[in-house]
């Protein structure tokens, strides 16, 4: 049997779940905010919830939902959002938030924008959630009297748990800790709760655009998260927008193998109180196979360093350092990060 996703995209991904193509347990459940309606059983298309959370509320431990893009208005320049915030329960394990992709783009990707409040845009409380193709608008900016964490892993290693998540393809745009927030520290668009935990964690593939930290672990009260890896991202920028990127450090415990691989960092963050690409602080780990927007080599001016107490990036000892490049100046300078004193 041959599906075009040209034809209809909402088609092929029906089908597939039909086929049990690529995920073949539990019962698969639609979103179209469009055209559905709650009262619906979210059994098709044809009968697909309004809402992602209605989705959530139905479904049981293992299910997927996928989810549709709203209807953009012509010469809209922001796509048409699920204007709600979602909560995935502890017993709600195994849940797939999958939507219907055209590209990995702000309007590519069915957007979450709730626009008011302060709760995040989706909470996860239950372990080996998977969340692919989704974008995520937390409306913020310096001035803004709203700001909005895009995904809050919020784990106490008892009643609730976000171990083994997986984020995957999904758009960030505009995330913040808290109201006016110019701290990286506070939260951004992935956070860790001031508890730690979610172990496991695996966010690849996602664009990260003018969030004031794309990835923030707001504490370790309960236990340090173990086993993060962070991949192919491309994070955000520009400078004047972004505080960190990724602001590791927690209250100073960081993370337990934690591995940063292949990413590409922008400009330098200038905007607040970090105004660094990481803030590793007490982590143990990897960063390797990096690019990063920013002078790496000795001419042409001040270097910027990857230490302890770095410059571009505070990068303790217990995290190795190998294969990550910045700009040269010279045709003789390889522009390679080490953790040499001069860089």
Not at 81 to 88: D, G, H, K, L, W
Not at 231 to 258: Q, Y
Not at 306 to 331: E, R
Request: aromatic share 6%; charged share 10%; net charge neutral.
């Amino acid at each position: 049997m041959s599906v075009s996703t040209s034809e209809n995209p909402y088609l092929f991904a029906q089908t597939l779940a039909a086929l049990n193509y690529i995920y073949p347990f539990g019962t698969t459940r639609f979103v179209d905010g469009t055209n559905g309606a709650d009262t619906n059983n979210g059994s098709g298309w044809g009968n697909a919830f309004a809402t992602i959370q209605a989705a959530v509320t139905a479904s049981s431990a293992g299910d997927t939902i996928m989810i549709a893009a709203k209807t953009i208005t012509a010469g809209a320049t922001d796509p048409t959002s699920y204007a709600e915030t979602i909560i995935i329960p502890a017993a709600k394990t195994s849940l797939s938030l999958i939507g219907v992709s055209r590209g990995r783009t702000q309007m590519g990707l069915p957007q979450i924008k709730k626009g008011e409040g302060t709760t995040a845009l989706l909470t996860i409380r239950a372990g080996g959630c998977l969340i692919k193709n989704l974008g995520f608008n937390g409306i913020w900016s310096a001035d803004s009297t709203q700001s909005l964490i895009g995904v809050l892993l919020d784990d106490d290693g008892s009643t609730k748990s976000a171990c083994g998540t997986t984020i995957e393809n999904c758009h960030f745009k505009n995330c913040a800790g808290s109201t006016g927030s110019t701290n990286g520290a506070a939260g951004g668009a992935i956070t860790w709760s001031a508890n730690g935990g979610a172990w496991q964690v695996l966010i690849k593939d996602c664009r990260f655009y003018k969030n004031v930290a794309d990835v923030c672990l707001l504490g370790t009260s309960v236990s340090v998260p173990q086993d993060v890896v962070i991949e192919g991202n491309i994070f955000s920028g520009p400078a004047a927008m972004v505080d960190c990127n990724l602001f590791l450090m927690g209250g100073g415990s960081g993370m337990n193998g934690v591995i940063i691989r292949n990413n590409v960092f922008g400009q330098l963050p200038s905007l607040g109180t970090q105004a660094r690409y990481i803030v590793a602080t007490g982590c143990v780990g990897m960063l390797v196979g990096n690019v990063f927007g920013c002078q790496t080599s000795d001419a042409g001016g001040a270097t910027l360093t990857f230490l302890a107490a770095g410059t571009a990036a505070k990068i303790p000892l217990t995290m190795h350092v190998a294969n990550n490049w910045g700009q040269s100046i010279t045709a003789k300078e390889s522009g390679e990060v080490n953790i040499a004193a001069n860089t």
